[in-house]
């Protein structure tokens, strides 16, 4: 058992200042695979900042995604936006997060998970009052109302800075679950907006500002509502991570450093996988939204919308779990096989010709979709972290100075990774409402079918055959 004083503890012969661990603190010491010390000191603070940065990235994907819902509420209060011009108020938002999720990947862990996290959440106050104004006046122009879409888009941003610097506090057992607690509770954000939306622009009590009549319904409601009721959230939640979370001092690292990855084959083969999984979790979750509204009219966005990105985020969680568990490939194969099956079905089910379709079946097709792309999504994060690990431990003997040193550079590669395949993957929220904007829904489902057995190919060749580069 460690001998505890009053400032310091011994773990295993070394002393530990326990004033590091503090919440607010920078941490200089610390070693997650060190059994003794994870269960005597690491494992409770890691807890603690992972808890903390669950929800602001759960409000910071509310930001991003609150487009997704208030776009088709936009012609019923009197704008005068054509249905291209609305899918592209959806999609613009993931162009900007994407892009700035490539920022964020490099930048999180050089400043640190507690500073990163306060800061990146109290800037998206900016673009939610923004559109609390604007929406009330329906002859604001549809170029504000991309330039603040742009700004929502910023809040998607979150994801990599936030998977990036968790990683680094947990041991390698212990990764993909906790990448799948963050990202999947993270990803409910998605579900949230789109469910609580809704509710609150029927609310005159929150409201600030005037009411815009609902010529469909013939009720008076506060689209500004789905705004402003986040900002009180966000000042809250920023000074939580503020004061609660910790810096962690040696996950720190420049571009120069972190910059090696885009010499790596396998950064550029997760990051295909990874488009496939999230980009297409997320591009779903932007889109359906208009989808339900322009194909099967009689149906409410309301009530369906959500429930697609609440199942496939809690199912991020599960596969993260269960890839753990099975290996992260073999989980992953498993996903691209359920997304391309759940799709044919979606097509089969659309309306065709004088067919009305099936909203049931397009809708259950969908919610499958959805599932297995969550799983996707936790399994894929479970692979990055093992297939650095190997390509960076092979041949190295465990306790020698060279096999510290390559563990480090094993985290810092393996973290800059999530954060960049999940900055491309992004872009999925453009591209996806970006294509129904353009194409017919059938053409752009079967260009993801197709993708999808690229996928399949892709992982098996490389991590899941016998005799594969990097088992994972």
Request: aromatic share 14%; net charge positive; charged share 10%.
């Amino acid at each position: 058992m460690p001998a505890v004083h009053e400032a310091t503890t011994t773990v295993a012969g070394r002393s530990y200042d326990l004033a590091q661990y503090r919440p607010g603190r920078d941490i200089t010491d610390w070693e997650p695979e060190n059994e003794l010390f994870w269960n005597s000191i690491g494992k409770r603070v890691a807890q603690r900042n992972l808890w903390i940065a669950v929800p602001a990235l759960l409000v910071a994907f509310v930001v991003w995604q609150v487009w997704s819902v208030t776009a088709t509420n936009l012609a019923d209060v009197g704008f005068s936006f054509t249905t291209s011009q609305l899918f592209w108020l959806t999609a613009i938002p993931g162009l900007t997060g994407g892009t700035a999720r490539a920022v964020y990947t490099f930048v999180g862990p050089r400043v640190g998970q507690r500073t990163f996290t306060a800061l990146s959440t109290l800037v998206l106050i900016v673009p939610l009052i923004w559109l609390g104004y604007a929406i009330q006046d329906t002859s604001t122009s549809f170029t504000t109302m991309a330039m603040i879409a742009a700004l929502c888009g910023i809040g998607g941003a979150n994801f990599s800075s936030s998977l990036a610097n968790i990683g680094f506090f947990f041991p390698k057992r212990e990764k993909g679950n906790a990448a799948g607690i963050n990202g999947g509770l993270g990803n409910l954000g998605v579900s949230v907006v789109q469910l609580l939306t809704p509710i609150v622009i029927t609310s005159s009590v929150i409201a600030i500002g005037s009411g815009q009549h609902n010529a469909k319904t013939g009720e008076t409601v506060y689209l500004q509502n789905a705004a402003f009721v986040w900002v009180p959230v966000l000042i809250v939640l920023a000074a939580i991570a503020w004061f609660g979370q910790n810096n962690l001092k040696t996950a720190s690292s420049s571009f120069a450093q972190q910059k090696v990855i885009f010499k790596r084959k396998h950064t550029w083969v997760m990051t295909w996988i990874y488009v496939g999984t999230f980009g297409s979790f997320i591009g779903f979750a932007a889109a359906l939204p208009m989808l339900i509204k322009t194909t099967f009219p009689a149906y409410s966005v309301a009530t369906y919308a959500w429930m697609g990105p609440a199942l496939g985020a809690l199912a991020r969680w599960a596969g993260g779990w269960i890839a753990d568990k099975l290996g992260g490939a073999r989980v992953t194969i498993l996903s691209f096989v359920g997304m391309a099956a759940s799709i044919i079905g979606v097509i089969n089910f659309l309306p065709s010709g004088g067919d009305t379709g099936n909203f049931a079946g397009f809708f259950a097709c969908f919610l499958a979709a959805f599932f297995f792309s969550g799983i996707g999504n936790g399994s894929t994060f479970r692979q990055i972290p093992v297939i650095f690990r190997n390509q960076h431990l092979k041949g190295r003997t465990e306790g020698t100075p060279e096999y510290t040193r390559a563990l480090r550079q094993t985290e810092m590669e393996a973290g800059a990774v999530t954060g960049f395949t999940a900055a491309i993957a992004a872009y999925g929220f453009f591209f996806i409402p970006a294509l129904f904007a353009n194409f017919a829904v059938t053409s752009a489902m079967w260009g993801f079918v197709a993708f999808y057995v690229t996928c399949i190919a892709v992982t098996w060749w490389y991590y899941a055959r016998k005799g594969a580069e990097s088992p994972s």
